[in-house]
């Protein structure tokens, strides 16, 4: 078990870096050089190259590259362009909103597939039939258009929620909640119908193992076949799916940060991507990496811990 | 696994059946799937010609209308007209979607076959590298890249398909391994065919449904990204209209016009729909193994069966005086729910502390009747006629909250793979005191005493250790001495034994018999033993059932059975038997029996057994019934069994010559 988490954490670090050199190229491919994105069109040329002369711009890449690693690892991503303002803190202030969104959105959508998954394996028939009318409709519907819907019916129509905006935690935690709920409806109703069909064809899958039969031949009532044997069972392949959905609704939550006006990471991106604001762009980037990959990590463990078979080992 | 072995011009004969065409327009979702994208693609590339309006055309007088006579679709907030911009950007959002799933799938399948052909070390990277990349928040950078490169389309696409492809390598890699270890693929290789030969030739034929359905759902996949990118205001450049684009500016009027939403939002998620449709009508799995819990569905279907058997039941007499312990199978048949019948007028008695052998190859209908006994038929089979009497009560009209009852606690199983017969999640200790705490209403820590002693009785050393363990963490033998234990936590009085010994290694195989023979001993119950081996059968049987495609063939004492078969299939069992015959009569020949059981579907009205019967001849052509057998309680199915018995016939050590068989069976039939 030790080998296997050291194993996962080097193959984390990897990930990251190898993102890191991506976002670095990727940056240095931008159009316009530092300084003329910094000053603006119409700042002489003398004044641009003196910016970048100071940024370092046309020192060789692998100096650049580790400055930034430097810098980076004690916990600064450099400046804005833009603003000048410091990127890390920047990002800091933002990483609440996105974490808060795309935990909310995990979580909703995990409880909600779940239990719309079982239902559909469980109860068969009609039953299983409307589910899969629901989700099919719901993968298919884009995650912006249904949040416009929800900002239509509880917002315009009925003043349920605040169509827009965000509160943070410390100002007003019951303001915060409402804030978030329609943004993490909007993302979750996606990921919920994804984590349902995984749960449903996993816990199909259970039902047919043999084991449920000595179960049955024991006389075990159904409830505790069902939600004790079967969804334990069914339980490694459901946690890999919400590891998946965690990943996907990161990115989901650009969407949504736009479309509720959340100043989040995802509206970072998009700011920084419109401005070509070089470190904004890649500071963000390798935070959300690492974002998404430690959590991946701990919901990874997580299923190995739930199987007997590599816990033991 | 038995490599199935195709030849391979057959193979790529059939690669474009395997895109199984009719499965998608069997099914009505894939069916109008198909039809919606056709419709779309075409009216996409003849826009120009129909289109009622150009797309910038702006109407001043209908300004955010809903649908009018003019504009059907309504207009926007420019009173451009939505029905002929929708189109205009058809083309464009299915072209450019295109680019993603030819780049994530190509690249995709090749990853896959590469990793498939080269062997172990590249699959090691490949399957490492395309790990990374699927734990990569990929909307972030594509952001980054369109940071980089700007908003063309076509390359961000191309890109996104490139993060894709590490799912689809996902997807296709299982199964372009097994298609590259098949048999006839190792002879192409010795033919000398290249390795790209015989990718190209033998696995990329076998991937192509599967290439197709992941090419339906990345399809989607795109469309929805692109459409999300260009809500963002990372769409074509303005004014070229996108669906995104269009649906972003909706809901700029969601407060004064919400009617904006629906034309866009529809056509998009339709097309979408219709996309996951196609995917889902080819990719669906053609046949799921059966479930061991039938849903709530089908058990409120059973319920109805159910009362409808027992209604039958009632009229027909039920004579046997309800005794204890005593099991009496009356003309049993069970059958697929509205299909064939497996098992058909099956009739055996029981007495407590006795045990039955239930005898014959697979797929004569053996597990299924033994199944039966316990209500446990795999769903979608079921009774569906005749009576099992337990002590009197009929089981075959039960319903499953009356077996539930009896389950365990009067009747108890134990089955073939002792290893997926105990759940893998839990340890032993939980599975065992759990049980005994349902079964015998006891305390935890009288449960857990009573564990100890059960596995001790089975002749497990160190209980306690075993009772911490995880069902892995043990040996076969060991696995079905704990099954034996679980199935005695009930007490129960017959125990219905499915081939209990079959998996399990010779040596273990005896040891588990001679404790099943010592239980019946102590408790006086009595049991159901499925067996194909009548080693077994000589062991520890009192009576014989022989079983042949669905029916009893011959029934009666063991020892009468053993030392004179009336049946050619009893005898035919006996002589391709190696442990049935005594080391002295060993002939030097073991017969073999020539043929396969045959299928439900396939049975003959006459003996079931003819076309692989030596004696078979015209008087075989006809039903057959039970007829006692002149020996003690015995019963035999074979209209030539006193001639055999008579004139001592034997079953020969030869094969029977097919011609002979083939020509007896088309003579019966004319
Ligand atoms: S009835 Fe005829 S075919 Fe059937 S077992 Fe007897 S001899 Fe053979």
Redesign the pocket.
């Known amino acids: 078990m030790a080998l296997f988490i050291t194993k996962r954490l080097l193959m984390a670090l990897a990930t990251v870096l190898v993102v890191a050199v991506l976002a670095f190229l990727l940056v240095h491919a931008m159009p316009g050089s530092p300084g003329a994105v910094s000053l603006g069109a119409g700042a002489s040329q003398e004044a641009i190259d003196e910016v970048n002369r100071r940024l370092g711009w046309s020192d060789p890449l692998l100096v650049q590259f580790f400055g930034w690693l430097g810098g980076a690892v004690q916990g600064d991503l450099g400046v804005s362009l833009i603003d000048g303002r410091s990127v890390s803190a920047d990002l800091a202030s933002r990483l609440p909103v996105t974490a808060s969104l795309a935990a909310g959105a995990t979580v909703l959508s995990a409880v909600l597939g779940v239990l719309l998954g079982v239902t559909a394996a469980v109860r068969g028939g009609l039953a299983d039939r409307i589910v899969g009318g629901i989700c099919g409709l719901a993968v298919a519907l884009p995650a912006f258009w249904i949040g416009i819907i929800f900002v239509y019916l509880f917002a315009v129509q009925s003043s349920v929620f605040p169509a827009t905006g965000y509160v943070p935690f410390e100002v007003s935690p019951q303001d915060w909640a409402m804030s978030l709920a329609l943004p993490v409806i909007t993302l979750a109703v996606g990921g919920a119908a994804f984590i349902a069909r995984q749960t449903r064809a996993s816990m199909l899958e259970a039902l047919q193992q043999e084991h449920i039969r000595t179960l049955r031949a024991t006389a075990t009532p159904t409830w505790k076949i069902l939600y004790i044997h079967a969804l334990r069972y069914a339980s490694l392949p459901i946690v890999a799916g919400i590891a998946l959905q965690f990943i996907g609704l990161f990115g989901g939550s650009v969407i949504a940060e736009q479309l509720f006006a959340m100043p989040g990471l995802g509206q970072a991106v998009q700011n920084s991507v419109s401005t070509h604001d070089a470190p904004s762009v890649q500071g963000v980037v390798v935070i959300a990496t690492v974002v998404v990959v430690a959590v991946n990590l701990v919901l990874e463990l997580a299923t190995k811990f739930l199987d007997p078979k590599l816990r033991a080992s | 696994m038995i490599p199935s072995v195709a030849p391979a011009p057959l193979q790529r004969k059939n690669a474009l059946a395997r895109f199984s065409a009719h499965r998608l327009f069997a099914s009505p979702a894939g069916l109008a799937g198909v039809i919606w994208l056709a419709a779309i693609v075409a009216a996409s590339l003849t826009a120009p010609w129909w289109l009622p309006f150009k797309t910038e055309d702006q109407d001043f007088t209908a300004v955010l209308s809903g649908p009018t006579a003019a504009h059907w679709l309504g207009t926007d907030e420019l009173g451009r007209d939505l029905l002929s911009r929708i189109f205009a950007a058809a083309a464009g959002t299915l072209g450019t979607s295109l680019i993603t799933v030819i780049v994530g799938v190509g690249l995709g399948t090749v990853l896959a076959m590469l990793a498939a052909a080269a062997g172990e070390r590249a699959e090691a990277v490949i399957s490492r590298v395309t790990e990374i990349m699927m734990s990569l928040p990929g909307t972030v950078i594509i952001l980054a890249v369109i940071g980089a490169v700007g908003t063309n389309i076509p390359l961000i696409m191309a890109i996104l398909g490139v993060l894709i492809s590490a799912g689809i390598y996902r997807v296709m890699l299982g199964q372009a391994k097994s298609l590259q270890s098949q048999l006839y693929v190792d002879a192409a290789k010795v033919d000398g065919v290249s390795t790209l030969g015989i990718s190209l030739r033998h696995v990329l034929p076998g991937l192509t449904n599967t290439i197709v359905v992941q090419s339906a759902l990345i399809f989607a996949v795109g469309m929805l990204i692109q459409a999300g990118l260009a809500f963002i205001g990372f769409g074509p450049p303005i004014p070229q209209p996108s669906w995104g684009g269009m649906i972003q500016g909706a809901s700029q009027h969601v407060y004064d016009a919400p009617w904006l939403m629906v034309p866009t939002g529809a056509v998009l998620a339709l097309t979408v729909l219709a996309a996951n449709a196609i995917g889902n009508a080819l990719g669906k799995a053609p046949n799921a193994s059966a479930s061991h819990l039938p849903s709530a569905a089908a058990r409120r279907q059973r319920v109805k069966a159910v009362s409808a058997l027992a209604v039958a039941a009632t009229a027909a007499d039920s004579d046997a005086a309800p005794a204890n312990g005593h099991l009496s199978v009356r003309g049993l048949s069970v059958g697929v729910d509205g299909g064939p019948r497996l098992v058909t007028d099956v009739s055996f008695d029981v007495e407590q502390g006795t045990v039955l052998g239930l005898v014959g190859e697979s797929g004569c209908g053996k597990t299924m009747t033994a199944l039966s006994l316990l209500g446990l038929l795999p769903s979608g089979v079921a009774a569906a006629g005749g009576q099992i009497l337990w002590n009197g009560k009929n089981l075959a009209a039960a319903t499953d909250r009356e077996m539930e009852a009896i389950r365990g606690r009067e009747i108890a199983l134990i089955s073939q793979e002792p290893m997926r017969a105990l759940d893998p999640m839990f340890t032993v200790g939980y599975q065992l005191t759990s049980a005994i705490r349902r079964l015998r209403k006891t305390g935890k820590a009288d449960a857990r005493k009573e564990a100890l002693s059960l596995l001790e009785k089975v002749g497990i050393v160190d209980a306690e250790r075993i009772l911490k363990t995880y069902p892995h963490q043990i040996s076969g033998g060991m696995a079905q001495r704990v099954a034996i234990a679980l199935a005695l936590s009930g007490r129960p009085r017959l125990l219905v034994a499915d081939e209990p010994t079959t998996a399990l290694d010779v040596t273990v195989q005896a040891e588990i018999l001679s404790l099943l023979r010592s239980l019946v001993k102590d408790t006086g119950m009595s049991v159901v033993m499925v067996t194909h081996d009548l080693g077994v059968v000589a062991d520890i049987c009192d009576n014989v059932a022989v079983m042949y495609a669905g029916q009893v ?1 011959e029934s009666g004492r063991t020892a009468n059975i053993l030392d004179s078969p009336r ?3 009893t005898l035919a069992l006996l002589a391709a038997d190696p442990h049935a015959n005594s080391a002295a009569d060993m002939p030097d020949r073991l017969a073999t029996i020539s043929g396969q059981v045959p299928q439900p579907k396939d049975w003959p009205a ?5 076309a692989r ?5 015209s ?2 052509a006809t039903p ?1 019934p039970l007829l006692a057998s002149g020996s003690e309680d015995g019963l035999v ?5 006193d001639e ?1 018995a008579v004139e001592g016939l034997e079953w020969l050590a030869t094969e029977v010559p097919t011609h002979r068989v083939l020509k007896i069976v088309e003579k019966d039939l004319a």
């Open positions: 063939v049946h050619p299939y006459g003996c079931r057994f003819a019967c030596q004696f078979a001849g008087a075989c057959v199915r074979c209209v030539k069994a055999l």
